[in-house]
Each structure stands twice: as structure tokens, then as C-alpha cells.
């Protein structure tokens, strides 16, 4: 290594920085780069960030601090004040910049945190020189950890390709590559398609079409990752309103206003927590859950009893009723938290993205997927087993035999209703991380909602999920080809003819009502 060859150590480098032109300067930095001391990082950063500079008074490299405080770059101690001309800070130009970046990665390979040297091997594959090939080899045959042995192959290979070695070695970087990220493998052989060498030029064309093809194949498994997230929240979405349609028959146009109420709760929780309780901010979601589902759902029987419960059996005007009450609903909220979009926080357990493959993995959409289906699953345990999804079920099949049976159907109704804006208060959580919080939310998910229902049957848990599903994955499948509107148009003419032929959707209910 040069540093090491030179005999020089960090303490009689750093003065060189002060020394020379930028050539001068770079020669420097990748000695630096080579030493291994572990306080070559903090000076390299200093220098990046123009704090490293020259006291005129006896010519030290000192780092200036942002009080105007000189000091000691390596031993961090304090040299006095550095007035405005007491100093000069040492020149980068975009070159100089570059090589500090490349130091740096060469300094991180070798550090104990793996998130450090897998950012230093991705740097190295960026940004490939043939000066790193020993550093890369040494990191590499020293990593334990396998995924980052292989980043650091890839990184090693690109330096190797860049190089002057002999052909054979070239084309095995090359077969080395080839199996890299898909656009690494772009950026690190695009320049070779016309290399001299006719076989390198041939070897980089086949490695850059099975990347292209690899490309395609994940961007596919992006869309339907994409689909399923967006099927995830209309499943929350509409999972409410099957079971109040399916029971009760009523079509509730607040039901998006539902949604928006679930959301606002969450923001108003948060605030409280911002206010009061900082340190519980990660529990905000935790908390909001059980109040959104509790609040929403109160409302939820609030109109139930007050308003709907009056009109069963006259479908328009419960239509228009439910309609009048979420224009009152969405005024509320205008006049108590304004007309603007209000932030909500994303917890940090929430937060950053995973890899899979060629494919990201948010945190948000992953953890609203999981939601999602727990939901789901907690409904299907309350159906099944429990004495109130018993009754519900017998009033969704024969609602007068359900009640000569001695059920009351009123009652069910009522929690019925009430389950079902609970359910679109928890979408609204969900949504307040990926979507505005506005009084407008519900808006742009209550027509989606309904196409759900009908599409997968009315009242059928499982034709909603089925139903979510398809329609989130179509949506994104039909995006790229015919654009986001065009695209909705599509799938409504789909389903305006898919009822045609099976106007009970995919799953009908069963029972001597709804055969009637």
C-alpha cells in the first residue's frame, strides 16, 4: 500500500494536505485512505466538509469548529480561538472530492459495523479504482458474513475490469458481475459494450441482457408487491362495509368519512404524545388502534340508531341520508382541525426499507399488509366464534327466522353498523401513514370500496379479500400500461360486465333471503 510503502504514517500526512495543488493534494487523501488509522475517517470528513484548515500563524493544519475554536484534527485538542483571518481553509475541487468519497470507502471496509462496510463496498462498486484491488481482496477474504463477502466480490471485480490486468482476469470480473443487482451491473459494464477487446465486448453485451432480463422479472415482482399493498388497504377499506351491506343492506356513503375519522384520531393522538409524552411516540399507532376502532365505532352506532335505523327498507333516501351526514362530518373536521393536510408521524420501528432480492419493501406498506390481514383474521375468529358473529350471520341469511327465532335484530344491527365503522376507523390508521390526512381522505377510497363488495359478493369476508386483492393488483398492472385513470375505467367496464353474468359477485351469500 502506498502509505505503507512510503513509511509515512497519518501524524506526517496530514501536514501534507496543506502542501502542493490538488494532484498533490489527492495523492495525499488515497495515502491516507491506506493507512488503516482509525483516526484517518475524522480528518478525511473534516476535509470533505472544508473545516480543515491552515493557521497562518504557524502554517498546523487545525479543524475549525463551528464556534471558530481551532482543533488538533487527530488528538482533538483544543488550540485556541481561530479568528476570520487567523486561518484558511484548505481547496477541494470535484476531483478532490471524489477521492476523499473513495478513502473513505477503502477506511470502512475494515470497520466493525457491517452496515459500514456493506455502504463501503457499494461505494467501491460505484466508483470501481484499480488502486483498491489489494484493499478489496484483503476485506474480502477477511469477511465472515457472506452477503457481505459477495458485495465486496462484486466491488473487487469492478476495480479489477477497470484496471490494466491481463484479458483472462478482465473477463472473469466480468462473469463475476454479471450476477450483481441489475443496475450495478449497468453502471459497471454499459462503458465496455465497445471495448477493443472484442471477447470482453461480447461477454459484457450477454452479462448486461441477462441483467436487463433479471430487471424485468423483479419489476414485475415490484408491481404485484405494489398491488398487493394497495389490495392490503382497500381490503381495510371495504372489509367494513361488506359486513354492514351484507347485514343490514344499507349503502353508507360515510363510510369513507369513517376512514378520515380513524386517520384524525391518530393525528390527535400523536399530538397529545408530541405534547406530553415524546418518549411514547413509538406506541402512538399502538394506541390510536384501540381509539380509532372504539370512537369511529360509537359514531358508527350514533347514526345507526339516530338516523338509519329509521329508514330501513327505503334504500334512496338511506343513500341520501348517509350521504348528507358525511358532508357534515367532513365540515367538522374543517371547522375543528382546518382544511389543510395534517402531518402524521411514522414511528421508527415503522420507518426505512429492506431488500428482497432486486425488489424494496417499505416498512409502512409491509406493516400495513400484516395489519391488514390481522384484521381480517380477527374478523373471521369474531364470525365464527363468537355468539354476536353467530347472530350476525343468521340475520345476513334469514333475518325473519332470526328474529321469531328470538334475536334482536335491531341490536345486531346496531353492533353491526357500529363493527363496521370501528373496522374503517383502523383503515384510517393505516392510512394516515402512507395517504394525506385531509378531510377529503375518505373521498378517494369510498367508490373503490364499493366495487370490492360487489365484485367479491355481498357480506363474504372471503369474496372482500379475494375482490381486494385482484382489483389492488389490476391497479397497478394496468398503471404502467394505460395510466392511472384509464386504467380505473378499465377495471369498472370489467366489472359492470362481470356483473352481468354473476350479478351476486364471486362469492354469494347463501341462505333462503339471499336466494329470495
Known amino acids: ?14 501536514p501534507r494536505l496543506a502542501l502542493g495543488d490538488f494532484a498533490d493534494r489527492a495523492e495525499v487523501v488515497a495515502q491516507i485512505g491506506h493507512t488503516g488509522d482509525s483516526r484517518a475517517a475524522a480528518v478525511l470528513d473534516a476535509l470533505l466538509a472544508r473545516t480543515l484548515e491552515v493557521r497562518a500563524s504557524d502554517g498546523r493544519v487545525v479543524r475549525v469548529t463551528d464556534a471558530r475554536r481551532a482543533v488538533d484534527p487527530l488528538s482533538g485538542e483544543d488550540l485556541g480561538p ?22 473513505l470507502g477503502v477506511l470502512t471496509l475494515a470497520d466493525p459495523d457491517p452496515a459500514r462496510r456493506r455502504a463501503a463496498a457499494e461505494a467501491a462498486l460505484r466508483s470501481p479504482d484499480p488502486d483498491q484491488i489489494d484493499a478489496l481482496a484483503q476485506a474480502m477474504e477477511a469477511e465472515q458474513i457472506p452477503a457481505l463477502r459477495q458485495a465486496l466480490g462484486w ?14 482476469r478482465r473477463l472473469a470480473a466480468v462473469a463475476a458481475l454479471s450476477s450483481a443487482p ?61 359486513i354492514t351491506f351484507g347485514v343490514m343492506g344499507v349503502i353508507n356513503l360515510a363510510h369513507g368519512e369513517m376512514v378520515m375519522l380513524g386517520a384524525y384520531t391518530t393525528y390527535a393522538v400523536q399530538e397529545v404524545i408530541r405534547t406530553h409524552a415524546p418518549h411514547l411516540f413509538g406506541w402512538s399507532l399502538a394506541i390510536a388502534v384501540p381509539l380509532a376502532f372504539l370512537l369511529v365505532g360509537a359514531v358508527g352506532v350514533a347514526i345507526e340508531r339516530g338516523i338509519v335505523r329509521h329508514l330501513y ?8 341520508a348517509t350521504w348528507g351526514v358525511s358532508l357534515i362530518l367532513q365540515q367538522g373536521v374543517r371547522s375543528l382541525f382546518g382544511p389543510t393536510n395534517r402531518e402524521v408521524g411514522t414511528p421508527d420501528w415503522m420507518s426505512g426499507a429492506w431488500q428482497l432480492g432486486e425488489m424494496t419493501l417499505t416498512g409502512a406498506r409491509l ?12 374478523l373471521l375468529v369474531l364470525m365464527r366464534h363468537s355468539a354476536l358473529g353467530l347472530r350476525m350471520r343468521a340475520v345476513t341469511q334469514n333475518r325473519a327466522m332470526a328474529a321469531n327465532l328470538g334475536i334482536r335484530t335491531s341490536r345486531v344491527d346496531a353492533l353491526t353498523f357500529g363493527l363496521g365503522t370501528g373496522i374503517a376507523g383502523l383503515a384510517g390508521v393505516a392510512l394516515s401513514q402512507i395517504d394525506n390526512v385531509s378531510p377529503n381522505l375518505g373521498q378517494g377510497y369510498i367508490i373503490d370500496s364499493f366495487l370490492v363488495v360487489v365484485f367479491g359478493g355481498v357480506g363474504n369476508l372471503w369474496g372482500t379479500l379475494a375482490a381486494a386483492m385482484g382489483l389492488g393488483i389490476a391497479n397497478k398492472v394496468l398503471e404502467p400500461w394505460a395510466g392511472a385513470v384509464l386504467g380505473k375505467i378499465l377495471i369498472l367496464i370489467f366489472i359492470i360486465l362481470f356483473i352481468q353474468k354473476r350479478p351476486r359477485g364471486l362469492f354469494p351469500q347463501r341462505g333462503r333471503a339471499a336466494e329470495g
Open 1 to 14: 500500500m502506498p502509505g505503507l510503502a512510503t513509511g509515512q504514517s497519518l501524524d506526517d500526512l496530514v
Open 82 to 103: 481561530a479568528g476570520g483571518r487567523a486561518t484558511t481553509a484548505i481547496r477541494v475541487n470535484n476531483g478532490l472530492r471524489r477521492d476523499i468519497r473513495t478513502a
Open 155 to 168: 466491488a473487487h471485480a469492478a476495480a479489477v475490469l477497470a484496471s490494466d490486468a491481463p484479458a483472462p
Open 182 to 242: 441489475a443496475l450495478s451491473v449497468q453502471a459497471a459494464l454499459n462503458a465496455y459494450r465497445a471495448d477493443p477487446d472484442p471477447a470482453l465486448a461480447e461477454a459484457a453485451i450477454r452479462a448486461l441482457e441477462r441483467a436487463e432480463a433479471r430487471q424485468a422479472a423483479w419489476a414485475q415482482a415490484q408491481t404485484l408487491w405494489f398491488g398487493i399493498s394497495l389490495g392490503s388497504v382497500l381490503l381495510l377499506a371495504a372489509i367494513g362495509l361488506a
Open 313 to 320: 327498507g327505503r334504500p334512496l333516501e338511506t343513500l341520501l
Open 367 to 378: 406493516a400495513i399488509v400484516v395489519f391488514a390481514l390481522a384484521v381480517f383474521g380477527g
